[in-house]
């Protein structure tokens, strides 16, 4: 198996071109609504110093999770990933 033939340079072109305008159409439809909310009171409310100098949202559901419930499981989740990788690549060698 393997590529048998090249596309032609005009269709990778093309291909180029519109990932490209979409990517542009992406980021500045997010930019305009980013720039829509930028002064909202109720976001800057629950706006509270991070770490290593972000903002962190203490609305939001994943940041709170993270830096309360989970923060004191952090290291033996890792850790576990580590382990049960180890495991897993000592067991099935060939798949890993």
């Known amino acids: 198996m393997g590529i048998k033939a090249a596309l032609p340079k005009y269709e990778i072109y093309f291909y180029n071109t519109v990932l490209c305008l979409a990517m542009f159409w992406a980021a500045s439809w997010i930019s ?4 829509s ?3 909202r009171k109720t976001f800057k409310a629950s706006v509270k110093p991070g770490y290593f100098g972000r903002k962190m949202d203490t609305a939001d559901f994943e940041w709170m999770m993270w830096f309360s419930t989970f923060r004191e499981h952090i290291l033996f ?12 690549s000592m067991l099935a060698p060939q798949v890993a």
């Open 32 to 35: 305009e609504v980013s720039s």
């Open 37 to 39: 909310n930028v002064n």
């Open 77 to 88: 989740a890792l850790s576990g990933h580590v382990l049960f990788a180890k495991i897993c």
